[in-house]
C-alpha cells in the first residue's frame, strides 16, 4: 500500500466524520474530505439490496471504497468517488466479482462525463480534489497533468532522461524561489514554493475562502493577493504572506495598506480581461464591501482601465516610486497581461524598478468576464513566457528580475512548464478555487453569486464553507503540488526548482517534429 | 458631448423554452422520498417550480433542461440517485461550425441585449480553425481616451460605405473635385439577403424594420423591395435587371458579378450619380484579382460572400475568410488602391468576434444572415428544409417580436465591438480595417516562440 492509499484509509466516512483540529496553521497534511455527501468520481458503484453484509467488499478494497465504520456490521454506501474503476478488474481485490452474491455493479459515473470543458477537463477537477482531500499525489486512473485543449501546456511534454542521475535524493530537491533579485536594499524575501495565490478580491470572494487562503500561504511561506478589493482587517494577523494589491479602481488602498505588505503588486491589467475594466455588480456590494471599498452600499462598482494616474512609461515609474517611498521595504510588482509586445512591457517593468513582473496570460482568471474577452483577447500564456524570458536575456537584465507567469495554471506540470519555458515562478488561482470544490459552472455572477459558497457575499451561501475546511484543502493541494514538482524535478535530475528555469531544451512538443 | 450613438434593447423573453445544455434526472431508483428534497434547495429556486411545471406546461424536459449546472443538490442527495446529463438535444443544435454553444449565446443576446458574461477563465480549445487561430491586442497603457468610467465613451463605430477620393486637390483656393457620395453607417454591420428556408412570415420584413430601427440597412432581393425603403439595398441576380430609372430611390444597390457588371455599374451610375453601385462576387481563390479589377473599373463596393462557414468557394482546398480577405486586402494595398473601395465580408460571420476579426483581415464591414435567424429562435435543425413542421412556428412570429430580438442582438454585437477596441486603444472602428498589428496570428505564435524551440509543425497550421 503506498501513501497516496494510506491517507485515503485514514479519511473518516460519512456517518462520523471528526471535527479535525485546524487551529493551527500549519503545513501538516491532514484528510480535509469533501463538504458534499457525493464526491464526483468517474465511477459509480451501486450496492444492491442483496447484499448480505458479509465484508468481503470492505476487506479486500485496498482504496476505502467500502467501509464499516461504525464496526456494527453496517456497511455505508460506497464511497465510489476512490474507485479506480474497470482497470481493478486485473486485480485481485475487485469487488465486483468478489461479492459472492454479486450485489455491486461498477459503473462510468455519468455525473463526471458532464464535468469539466477542454482546460479543466473532468479528470483534472476530480486530481484537484483528490490532492485536496490527501495531500497527495491523485490516483492514476486521474489524468493529472494535461487537460485537452490541443495546444499549449497540454501538448508541450518533458523529455526525461532515461535514468536521473544516482546522486539526486528528492528530500535534497529545493523548491524555493528568491523574489527580490535587485542589488538593492530591500528584503531578499524567499518563499519555500515557487507559487503564490492570485489576487481575489474580498466582494467578489467569500472571505472564509480568503482566509483559507491567507493560511495556506502562511503555512507554506509563500503569498496571496488581496485583490482590488481592500485589505481586510481580519486578513492581519497573516500580513506576512500578503501581498496589497493596488488596481485602478484603488479600493481601499491606503497608507496603512501599503505599508503592511512585503510585496505591493500593481494591476495594470489581468488575464481574464486584458484591457477592460473590472465591475462589481450591485448585489454583490454589501455593508462589509462597501466598507472596505470606501463606497456606497449596493451601486455598482466599476475599475477603470487602465490606471488613470498613468499616461505614459514614466508615469509607470512614478506609480513604482510612490509605492516604494510609502513602503521603504516592500518589493515591487507588476502585474500585465500579455499583448504582442509582452517582451518591451517587460523591461519597462524592470527599468521603472520592479521586483517582479507578473505577466497573466489570457484564459485564465476566476472572476466573472465577457466571454469576448476571455476567448479572444491578448495571447496565451505559453506564448508570452519564452518571448519575455529570451528578451530579458538578450537585453542583460533576466537576473535582476523575476518572471511570475499566470492565467492557465492548472497543474504542477503547467507550472513545471512554465518555468521551463522561462518563468522563476507562478501564480495560481482557479486550482484553488477548485480546491475548494468549485465545478466551473461559470455562473459566478448569477443571483446571489456562486451556488458552491465560493465566489459570494451572501449571508447564507457563504456558511457552506469553514475557514478550516478551506486551510486545509489548500494547505493539502500545496503539499500536492510540492510532492508532484519534485518528482518532476527528480526525473529531469534537477536539484532545485530554479535549476529548471528557461531549460526548453527539455521540453518537447507533441505537434512538432522529433 | 454629442449625442452618442446608442441600440436600445429591453428584454425579449422566448417564445419558447430555449433547448438548454444541462438537467439533473433521477439515474437510480431508491429514492428515500425526503421531505426536505435537496432539490428545493436549489440556489437558482430552479427545482422548487418543479412540480408545478409537471401540472401545468407540456415540455417538461425543456424545462429540466435550464439548469444552471452546479452540481449541488447531485452531491447532496440522500441516495445519490441524482445525476446530471447533457441535453442529447442540445447536442443535435447547429452543426460543427454554428455549434450549440454559439446558438446558446446569441439566444442569450437576443434576449437580453446583454454582453455573455461568465466566470472561472475560458474553457475552450487553445485554438482553432478560421477565427479561432487569432487573438486580438491589448495595450497596457494606451486608450482610445482618457474620459469615462473605461474610455469606451468616445470609441466611433461608424464606417462609410462607398468610394473616397485618394487625395483632394485645389485650383485658387477651390476643390478640383466634389467627394463622391458615401453612406455613413453607425456600426459596421449590415443585414444579408435572408436565406431562402426563412423566407416566411415576416421574418425579411422584420429584419428591414430592425436595421431601419439602428440606422442599418438590409440587402433584400431587387424583385421584393418593400413601400419603406430608406434603409435597403436591393440586390440584382442579374445585373441587367438593375432599373436604370433615375427614379430608383434607393441610395445603395447591388449586382451580383457578371461579365458585364461594370458596364451595367457605369450606366448605373451616369443615370444616377449619387446612387452607390456595389458588387456582389463569390469569394475564390482568384477574388484579390477580381477586386483590383473592379476597383480600378469605377467599383466603389465589393461585397465578397463566403459559405455559411465562412469557406471561400471554388476551390478544393478552401480557406476560411480569414486568409481570403488579407489576401484581397492585401492586394488592394499593393496597388494602392485599398482606399478606393469598401469591401463588405458576408457568410460564416457568426459572433461579434468575428465582426471585429473579419475588419481586422480587411473588410470594412461585415454582413450577417444566420445569426439574425438564430436571434429569432431558429434552432438550425433544418426541419422546414425537410419540408417538417418548425419546432418555434418562424413562420407566425410577431415582427415587433422579431425587431426586438435581432435589435437586442445587434446591441450586444455592438457592446462587445466596443470592448474589443477599447481594449486594443484604438478609437474608431474605420481604423481597424486591415490593422492587423492590432492582432497575433496562431501561425506567427507558433513560428516566433515554439518553432524557434522545437523546430517545424507536423501539421499546416492556421485556416
Not at chain 1, 483 to 491: G, P, S, T
Not at chain 2, 95 to 105: E, G, H, K, N
Amino acid at each position: 500500500m503506498n501513501a497516496a492509499q494510506a491517507a485515503v484509509l485514514s479519511t473518516p466516512t460519512e456517518k462520523k466524520r471528526p471535527t479535525p483540529d485546524y487551529s493551527e496553521v500549519s503545513r501538516a497534511v491532514r484528510p480535509a474530505p469533501s463538504r458534499y455527501r457525493n464526491e464526483i468520481g468517474k465511477f459509480s458503484i451501486h450496492r444492491a439490496s442483496t447484499c448480505i453484509r458479509c465484508r468481503r467488499c470492505v476487506e479486500i478494497c485496498p482504496y476505502g471504497v467500502h467501509s464499516s465504520p461504525d464496526g456494527d456490521g453496517l456497511i455505508v454506501r460506497p464511497q465510489d468517488y476512490r474507485c479506480i474503476g474497470f482497470d481493478c478488474s486485473n486485480t485481485e481485490h475487485y469487488c465486483i466479482e468478489a461479492c459472492p452474491q454479486g450485489a455491486l455493479s461498477l459503473l462510468r459515473n455519468p455525473a463526471f462525463d458532464t464535468l469539466g470543458d477542454c482546460r479543466w477537463t473532468g479528470d483534472l477537477l476530480a486530481a484537484t480534489w483528490a490532492m485536496a482531500e490527501t495531500g497527495r499525489i491523485p490516483p492514476s486512473h486521474l489524468e493529472s497533468e494535461i487537460g485537452n485543449s490541443g495546444g499549449g501546456f497540454d501538448r508541450l511534454y518533458f523529455r526525461y532522461p532515461d535514468h536521473p542521475p544516482a546522486d539526486i535524493r528528492r528530500e535534497d530537491i529545493s523548491t524555493e524561489i528568491l523574489l527580490n533579485k535587485r542589488k538593492d536594499t530591500r528584503p531578499k524575501i524567499k518563499i519555500d514554493v515557487p507559487w503564490y495565490g492570485g489576487g481575489m478580491s474580498f466582494g467578489s470572494t467569500n472571505i472564509r475562502a480568503l482566509l483559507g487562503r491567507s493560511r495556506s500561504a502562511t503555512a507554506w511561506n509563500t503569498f496571496t493577493s488581496t485583490g482590488e478589493g481592500g485589505y481586510h482587517e481580519r486578513l492581519i494577523p497573516y500580513s506576512d504572506h500578503i501581498i496589497t494589491q493596488v488596481a485602478t479602481g484603488l479600493f481601499g488602498v491606503r497608507e496603512d495598506t501599503i505599508q503592511r505588505a512585503p510585496i505591493v503588486e500593481l494591476k495594470y491589467a489581468q488575464g481574464a480581461k486584458p484591457g477592460l475594466g473590472g465591475h462589481l455588480l450591485g448585489d454583490k456590494n454589501t455593508p462589509e464591501v462597501a466598507r472596505m471599498r470606501e463606497a456606497v452600499v449596493g451601486t455598482s462598482l466599476f475599475s477603470p482601465f487602465p490606471f488613470h494616474s498613468v499616461y505614459s512609461i514614466e508615469d509607470h515609474k512614478k506609480h513604482l516610486d510612490w509605492i516604494s517611498h510609502v513602503n521603504p521595504r516592500a518589493l515591487l510588482s507588476a502585474k500585465v497581461s500579455t499583448p504582442a509586445d509582452i517582451d518591451m512591457v517587460a523591461v519597462g517593468v524592470y527599468c521603472a524598478g520592479a521586483h517582479i513582473v507578473h505577466i497573466d496570460g489570457s484564459y485564465g482568471g476566476t472572476g466573472a468576464a465577457p466571454n469576448i474577452a476571455k476567448k479572444n483577447i491578448a495571447m496565451p500564456i505559453e506564448y508570452a513566457i519564452n518571448q519575455v524570458h529570451r528578451f530579458l536575456l538578450g537585453e542583460g537584465v533576466r537576473d535582476e528580475i523575476n518572471v511570475i507567469a499566470s492565467g492557465g495554471i492548472r497543474t504542477p506540470a503547467d507550472m513545471a512548464k512554465a518555468i521551463a519555458l522561462g518563468a522563476d515562478g507562478v501564480v495560481i488561482g482557479t486550482a484553488e478555487l477548485v480546491a475548494l470544490g468549485c465545478v466551473r459552472c461559470g455562473c459566478c455572477e448569477s443571483g446571489r453569486g456562486c451556488a458552491r459558497g465560493i465566489c459570494t457575499t451572501d449571508t447564507e451561501l457563504l456558511e457552506m464553507v469553514t475557514i478550516d475546511w478551506c486551510t486545509q484543502r489548500l494547505v493539502n493541494m500545496y503539499n500536492a503540488w510540492r510532492e508532484m514538482l519534485i518528482d518532476i524535478l527528480y526525473r529531469l535530475g534537477l536539484d532545485s526548482v530554479t535549476a529548471l528555469r528557461g531549460r526548453t531544451d527539455l521540453l518537447g512538443h507533441l505537434d512538432y517534429e522529433e | 458631448m454629442p449625442a452618442k450613438y446608442h441600440i436600445h434593447t429591453e428584454p425579449a423573453p422566448p417564445r419558447f423554452r430555449p433547448v438548454g445544455k444541462l438537467g439533473i434526472v433521477d439515474w437510480r431508483e431508491d429514492c428515500a422520498g425526503c421531505h426536505n428534497c435537496v432539490k428545493k434547495s436549489c440556489v437558482y429556486g430552479f427545482y422548487r417550480k418543479e412540480a408545478d411545471i409537471l401540472h401545468d406546461e407540456p415540455g417538461y424536459l425543456d424545462y429540466i433542461y435550464q439548469c444552471k449546472g452546479c452540481l449541488t443538490c447531485v452531491q447532496n442527495c440522500t441516495k445519490g440517485i441524482l445525476t446530471r446529463v447533457v441535453n442529447p438535444e442540445y447536442m443535435q443544435l447547429g452543426d460543427s461550425y454554428y455549434t450549440p454553444d454559439i446558438i446558446l449565446t446569441t439566444w442569450f443576446q437576443a434576449e437580453t441585449g446583454k454582453i455573455p458574461v461568465s466566470g472561472s477563465g475560458y474553457g475552450g480549445p487553445f485554438s482553432g480553425p478560421g477565427f479561432d487561430s487569432m487573438w486580438t491586442d491589448m495595450s497596457e497603457i494606451v486608450r482610445p481616451t482618457r474620459d469615462g468610467i473605461h474610455g469606451r465613451e468616445y470609441i466611433s463605430t461608424s464606417v462609410d460605405i462607398g468610394r473616397t477620393l485618394p487625395y483632394l486637390s485645389f485650383q485658387d483656393g477651390q476643390p478640383t473635385a466634389s467627394p463622391p457620395t458615401l453612406i455613413e453607417i453607425p456600426f459596421p454591420v449590415i443585414f444579408d439577403v435572408v436565406p431562402e428556408p426563412w423566407q416566411k412570415g415576416a421574418i425579411c420584413y422584420s429584419v428591414i424594420r430592425a436595421a431601419s430601427e439602428i440606422g442599418l440597412m438590409a440587402i433584400v432581393p431587387g424583385d421584393e423591395i418593400p413601400a419603406e425603403s430608406g434603409h435597403i439595398i436591393p440586390l440584382y441576380r442579374n445585373a441587367e435587371d438593375a432599373p436604370t430609372s433615375a427614379d430608383n430611390s434607393a441610395a445603395m444597390v447591388m449586382l451580383a458579378d457578371s461579365p458585364n457588371v461594370v458596364s451595367v455599374q457605369k450606366s448605373l451610375k451616369e443615370k444616377n450619380p449619387d446612387q452607390i453601385v456595389a458588387v456582389r462576387a463569390p469569394a475564390t481563390p482568384k477574388s484579390h484579382k477580381r477586386a483590383v479589377e473592379l476597383t480600378r473599373e469605377g467599383v466603389e463596393v465589393i461585397q465578397f460572400d463566403f459559405d455559411p462557414h465562412g469557406m471561400e468557394h471554388e476551390s478544393s482546398d478552401p480557406r476560411h475568410l480569414r486568409d481570403v480577405m488579407r489576401e484581397i486586402h492585401g492586394a488592394l494595398v499593393r496597388e494602392g488602391i485599398r482606399d478606393e473601395v469598401t469591401l463588405i465580408a458576408s457568410g460564416g460571420i457568426a459572433l461579434a468576434e468575428h465582426a471585429a476579426k473579419a475588419i481586422i483581415c480587411g473588410a470594412n464591414l461585415v454582413a450577417v444572415d444566420i445569426p439574425l435567424m438564430v436571434a429569432l429562435e431558429c434552432r438550425l435543425c433544418g426541419e422546414c428544409e425537410r419540408g417538417e413542421i418548425c419546432p418555434v412556428d418562424l413562420a407566425r412570429i410577431e415582427p415587433e417580436y422579431a425587431v426586438r430580438r435581432i435589435v437586442n442582438l445587434m446591441g450586444a454585437w455592438y457592446n462587445q465591438m466596443l470592448e474589443m477596441l477599447g481594449a486594443m486603444g484604438i478609437r474608431e472602428v474605420r481604423r481597424l480595417r486591415g490593422e492587423t498589428g492590432r492582432s497575433m496570428f496562431f501561425e506567427d505564435l507558433e513560428r516566433d516562440n515554439f518553432g524557434r524551440l522545437f523546430g517545424k509543425r507536423k501539421d499546416r497550421i492556421g485556416a
